[in-house]
């Protein structure tokens, strides 16, 4: 860690000031290690303009899922989270690549130093800066004399709410913390021990709870993306549950070494029931004031539907996401990432298999023969998509349109086919043509409203028990796209496993199926066998019917854990250079 934030200079460009998410800043405004005096502070806090590139500053360091360029932009090596999940498989298979040549391999460990390949590296993420930057702007924000005191109020909320999601992050790859109250200084004793898990959860949930009173309930306009108050609420849901879930909430330990920085210990229904107190406060608030629904769509039909979803996602300023994280404005900020599904992932055939049928009956893959099969599983004879929108939408399916208008590239003569890939490509965030892109800037969709009445009746099944109730929360989501409710459910464990379900169906590739398989211990999806298909087409150039394949997924594919797993995959190893800084960090365990 950097002691301090230290000045460059003050030279900055910035094109223009308005939404958070849209200035630009020069190399010499604010740098990561900067010298600080009062002169350079009261010329950074001399008006609001200029404060605000502090504020903006440390947004920018907020996390994002996907690769945006090299260093910190960057994870896996440019991959990506689902890549270790059942849902994807890389077979990129190069020395950079890390799911295969750290994870699937089962090389990396605490003496592993590059940086840039691993899902998650303590003390090499951005998540120090986002804290440094975000106390740097809380303890100067004073001297701005042209903003009023509920201003600066509602401004240090915001940098609350990027402290909180920043620890969150650390909460989930890590466990416990060290936790920074201030600023750093030069003379600062540098002892900051490592925080249990318990205090870790009371603090992120205490600063959520300090900035919510004076956070807007939206942000319109130019403030679009700045933290709000349903956000704030979102996040808060999301770490209680993700703490009370069994992995860290049990009287059993995960790991043979568990201890008091990597779970509570102990079983106690009271945190549930907390995560159940702030579900139905936030959507209480809803309730009396309105704004935040799901994206509906505009007929009843595919197309409709698809799209429906897309703007769930993808789309700015929507009733939907609850906390959206910006890169920039343009479209080019997804150019480094957008050539990688071509070259480097698929979705597996057991993700493809999840989706139900377009009228939301199972899609039952056990006995589904893809030799001779009785029913089209992508499209029928005249074209039309036989499943859930939210496949098409979520993977690149044989026959359908993919990234700049082509037919994807899923067949052996298809030009860029993969031969060593899974038969499908990511389909979300990629999209279907350039102009679907180009007519929309970028945002991370870190919290969706969706996830919050997922949330609600995973919590409501594990109090009561299945419900009405409870499966009208994910009914909303699946009806949203055209599927019939769930059937009856008369025990918790199948009702959890059809929440688990369409949470992988609903936020595919937003980094959601990794943290559920940590919280659920979900050891039997890390060693199950994954599958590929295989597609021919009854055309070389551009064919118009397929035959298929099932394939079992070897070679690159292959996962050392799904022989000889360890529950220590379950969290990140600590660095040995961090713990050897000698601060007060400690190893996780089994690393």
Not at 194 to 211: G, K, P, Q, Y
Request: charged share 25%.
């Amino acid at each position: 860690m950097k002691k301090i934030l230290k000045l460059s200079g003050i030279m900055f460009a910035v094109s223009m000031v308005c939404s958070c998410s849209d200035i630009k800043f020069g190399d010499d405004f604010l740098g990561t290690a900067p010298e600080l005096n009062e002169t350079t502070l009261d010329t950074m806090f001399n008006s609001r303009f200029y404060s605000e590139q502090v504020l903006t500053k440390a947004y920018t360091y907020l996390p994002y899922g996907l690769p945006t360029g090299s260093g910190e932009a960057n994870k896996l090596g440019m991959n990506i989270l689902e890549s270790l999940t059942d849902l994807n498989s890389s077979y990129r298979d190069n020395a950079q690549d890390g799911p295969s040549k750290l994870y699937y391999n089962g090389v990396l460990s605490a003496n592993h130093t590059s940086r840039g390949n691993e899902a998650y590296r303590y003390g090499g993420e951005s998540d120090w800066k986002a804290i440094r930057y975000a106390w740097f702007y809380i303890e100067n924000i004073d001297r701005v004399p042209d903003m009023s005191a509920a201003e600066k109020a509602e401004r240090i909320a915001e940098a609350k709410m990027i402290l909180a999601i920043s620890y969150a992050e650390m909460l989930r790859n890590i466990g416990g913390f060290p936790f920074l109250d201030h600023a750093i200084q030069p003379n600062d004793e540098m002892k900051f021990p490592r925080l249990t898990f318990a205090e870790s959860v009371n603090r992120i949930c205490e600063l959520i709870d300090e900035a919510i009173p004076y956070l807007e309930w939206t942000q319109e306009g130019n403030n679009d993306g700045r933290m709000n108050k349903a956000g704030s609420y979102a996040l808060k849901l999301r770490v209680q549950l993700f703490a009370a879930s069994p992995m860290f909430n049990s009287d059993n330990k995960w790991h043979p070494n568990a201890d008091e920085y990597t779970c509570y210990g102990n079983y106690d229904k009271a945190r549930w029931e907390a995560a159940r107190n702030t579900a139905e406060t936030l959507l209480n608030e809803i309730k009396t004031k309105g704004h935040y629904e799901l994206i509906q769509p505009e007929s009843a039909d595919h197309r409709a539907r698809r799209l429906a979803f897309r703007k769930a996602y993808y789309q700015r300023g929507g009733t939907e996401v609850l906390i959206s994280i910006r890169k920039g404005a343009d479209a080019s900020i997804h150019n480094a990432f957008m050539a990688l599904p071509f070259l480097y992932w698929g979705p597996t055939l057991n993700y493809v298999d999840m989706f139900p049928w377009a009228d939301g009956t199972e899609f039952d893959s056990e006995h589904f023969d893809w030799e001779k099969p009785n029913r089209q599983p992508f499209f029928d004879a005249n074209g039309e998509p036989t499943r859930d929108p939210r496949l098409y939408e979520t993977c690149a399916v044989p026959g359908d349109i993919y990234h700049n208008g082509e037919l994807a590239p899923l067949w052996p003569e298809a030009p860029r086919y993969q031969g060593n890939g899974t038969g499908f490509r990511m389909m979300k965030f990629v999209l279907q043509q350039n102009d679907d892109r180009l007519s929309h800037r970028p945002q991370w969709p870190y919290i969706r409203l969706a996830e919050v009445y997922l949330m609600y009746a995973e919590i409501l099944n594990h109090l009561e028990g299945p419900s009405e109730k409870a499966a009208a929360y994910v009914n909303r989501v699946r009806n949203r796209v055209g599927l019939s409710n769930l059937p009856s459910i008369n025990d918790k464990a199948s009702f959890l496993e059809a929440i688990l379900k369409e949470r992988a169906l609903e936020f595919g590739y937003e980094e959601v199926r990794w943290f559920d398989l940590i919280r659920y211990m979900r050891q039997q999806d890390f060693q199950k066998d994954l599958y590929g298909l295989q597609s021919e087409g009854d055309n070389p150039i551009h064919p118009s019917s397929y035959t298929f394949k099932k394939i079992k997924l070897g070679g690159v594919h292959e996962r050392y854990w799904a022989t000889r797993w360890d529950s220590k995959w379950f969290l990140a190893p600590i660095p040995d250079q961090e713990i050897n800084k000698g601060y007060g960090m400690t190893q996780n365990p089994g690393w």
